[in-house]
């Protein structure tokens, strides 16, 4: 088959080196996006003259109709034609004859292809905030219903102080807002528009890449042809950003793995979000959030590979530059998936407030509250600190808790304590106290609520 950029060879490309160098296989996810960037080129070549009207008429027709049999799966992609641009334009020709070949005119494969990238990740992320949006809601609403619910706070999954539940799931509620935000930033770097840089040094015909760039809904134009067909930051900008919110999703992920534990029995997954065991009837397993933990992996991955493919290139476009699709889309399809199986599984989980509830009653987590109170009595911290620290080990000793412990068994720590000493260790209270902005107080945490709401 001849190539579009046969001419000034004599010899054919050897065979594996069509099937290894091509990427058809996967960057005809770009159909759309090159067949939508081409159709802006027509009509700008149209209204600069450079092509006439009917010439671009009939250039915008036979783009269509190559759209819709690409949909209908009538047309087949040739390895010989390397990739999505030039099966397009050979599918053009195909369909309308010679004048197909007009519409490369004035434009180079490296701004074709920039231009379809750009399209490609501002229609995704466009829609990936709309995910996080989802997962936000899911998470906000499980909080609403636990402003009351307490349980163990940790540190070092060790207890620590004793938290509203919604408290604990607000906390991602803010991650996500932040990776949302992260998105929504970059978004004014991935609209802006290569096309008409043409191979790197702009062209000899008089395009308007203004009117492309407003056609397609780009922001702006870059305003250099060889940072427009070499970047590839606005790619790395959204990798960056999803592998934050992997981090966040896998994070929560590992906590619902560890809540739905028999260990803690903190939470119940629904049926239709657990698997079961081939072997053991028994088992229900947490394997959505095992895989989406898991999955972070492969967005790190795409991350760290796109930045080693860019690292040493020189300007301007490098074959090099092909790999960073299958890294990109993998990304764009892992952070759709996961996230539109995490706002349902939130949704849908049970809360065993009894379960967390018994928990807060059968530690030391209200140790500290016991050492505010000695210091409210006028003593320095870090001697009530050091009382208390005897108290617990007390109790470990004799199998109690601070709650068990008589007015008489803390009289024997300090002369400090009286009978109020009993206000301040029930959990609840232990939370109420916690008042100061942004802690766990249930008066505080309804404030959040309200900020959460604005904030969708
Ligand atoms: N398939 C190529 C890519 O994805 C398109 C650009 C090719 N440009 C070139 N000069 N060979 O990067």
């Known amino acids: 088959m001849s190539k579009l950029w046969g001419g000034r060879f004599t010899k054919e490309t050897n065979k594996l080196v069509e099937e290894e160098t091509a990427s058809i296989s996967f960057d005809q996810k770009l159909a759309d996006e090159d067949i939508q960037g081409s159709i802006a080129h027509v ?17 915008e027709a036979g783009l269509k109709s190559v759209l819709q049999k690409i949909k209908k799966g009538e047309l087949a992609f040739s390895v010989e034609n390397e990739d999505i641009h030039m099966n397009i334009e050979k599918f053009l020709i195909d369909e309308i004859g010679p004048l197909g070949g007009k519409l490369h005119t004035g ?11 750009h399209l490609y990740l501002k229609n995704h992320t ?6 996080v949006k989802a997962v936000q809601t899911a998470v906000l ?3 609403k219903d636990h402003v009351e619910t307490i349980l163990p706070g940790y540190t070092h999954l060790q ?9 604990h799931l607000l906390a991602y509620f803010w991650m996500l807002q932040r990776d949302k935000e992260r998105l929504q930033d970059s978004l004014k770097r991935v609209s802006g528009s290569p096309l008409g840089a043409g191979a790197l040094a702009g062209t000899t015909f008089p395009l308007d890449r203004h009117q492309v ?11 250099n042809s060889m940072d427009a067909v070499s970047d590839r930051d606005f790619i790395l900008e959204f990798m960056s950003a999803a592998s934050i919110m992997m981090m966040h999703i896998s994070r929560l992920s590992e906590e619902l793995v560890i809540w739905s534990s028999q260990e803690f029995q903190f939470i119940e997954l629904d049926d239709s979000f657990c698997t079961g065991s081939s072997i053991m009837p028994q088992k229900k397993n947490p394997d959505v959030p095992e895989l989406l933990r898991a999955k972070t992996g492969r967005v790190y991955g795409n991350l760290i590979g796109l930045l080693t493919v860019l690292k040493g290139l020189p300007l301007a476009y490098n074959k090099d530059m092909q790999e960073d699709k299958e890294g990109m889309f993998d990304t764009v399809e892992t952070l759709e998936g996961s996230l539109g199986m995490l ?27 016991i050492a505010d109170y000695l210091v409210t009595k006028g003593l320095p911290f870090r001697e009530a600190h050091e009382i208390i620290g005897k108290i617990v080990l007390y109790g470990i000793d004799h199998s109690k808790y601070l709650l ?9 720590f300090s002369g400090l304590f009286e009978e109020d000493i009993y206000e301040v260790l029930a959990p609840e209270q232990v939370v109420a106290n916690r008042k100061s902005y942004g802690g766990t107080s249930q008066e505080q945490v309804k404030e959040q609520i309200l900020l959460a709401e604005k904030a969708l």
């Not at 009509?43 to 250039?59: C, D, P, Q, R, V």
């Not at 466009?126 to 995910?131: K, P, V």
């Not at 706002?343 to 209200?366: F, G, H, L």
């Open 43 to 59: 009509h700008m070549l149209a209204s600069t003259g450079i092509l006439s009207e009917e010439e671009a008429e009939k250039i």
């Open 107 to 117: 434009r180079s494969r490296n701004d074709q292809v920039a231009t379809d990238m």
């Open 126 to 131: 466009e829609q990936i905030i709309e995910h």
């Open 141 to 143: 609403n499980q909080a």
């Open 159 to 167: 207890r620590a102080q004793p938290v509203s539940f919604a408290h």
């Open 213 to 223: 760039a407003e056609e397609l809904g780009f922001d702006y134009v870059y305003p």
């Open 343 to 369: 706002a349902p599984m939130i949704d849908t989980m049970i809360v065993r407030k009894e379960n967390m509830k018994q928990a807060v009653s059968e530690d030391y987590s209200n140790a500290t509250d």
């Open 404 to 412: 068990d412990l008589t007015l008489d068994e803390f009289k024997q």
